[in-house]
């Protein structure tokens, strides 16, 4: 079993950066896929980016596409999310999220494990 503790959110401005950090206790960190999901307010939970173990990336979504990077530190046990040229609507909670297996996946179902999301403010 993992845990999961998501930081790094806060108010930007439109075209600015953040980086979040999901930090993973446990030893078998390196073993689990792992995710990032955002929520916005009165939508649904989606998929952003995701990383296997062995650090093959799935596509990330349409929408974050050449702006957010997924990355991973096994040896420190955290996951990051690089944000660059942030808008509006990236406006969310955002949730890392990890698996079992080595196969990424973009349906949140497949995640039994997650953080208590961190949320990311972006103003115009």
């Known amino acids: 079993q993992v845990q999961l503790v998501e930081s790094g959110g806060g108010s930007v401005q439109a075209g600015g950066s953040l980086r979040l950090s999901c930090a993973a206790s446990?030893?078998?960190?390196?073993?689990?896929?792992m995710g990032w999901f955002r929520q916005a307010p009165g939508n649904e939970r989606e998929f952003v980016a995701a990383?296997?173990?062995?650090?093959?990336?799935?596509p990330d979504a349409d929408s974050v596409k050449g702006r957010f990077t997924i990355s991973r530190d096994n040896a420190k046990n955290i996951l990051y999310l690089q944000m660059n040229k942030l808008k509006p609507e990236d406006t969310a909670v955002y949730y890392c999220?990890?698996?079992?297996?080595?196969?990424?996946?973009?349906?949140?179902?497949?995640?039994?494990?997650w953080g208590q999301g961190t949320q990311v403010t972006v103003s115009s």
């Open positions: 999220a990890a698996r079992t297996g080595s196969s990424p996946s973009r349906d949140l179902n497949d995640y039994p494990y």
């Open positions: 446990g030893r078998t960190f390196s073993s689990y896929t």
């Open positions: 990383l296997s173990w062995a650090g093959g990336p799935t």
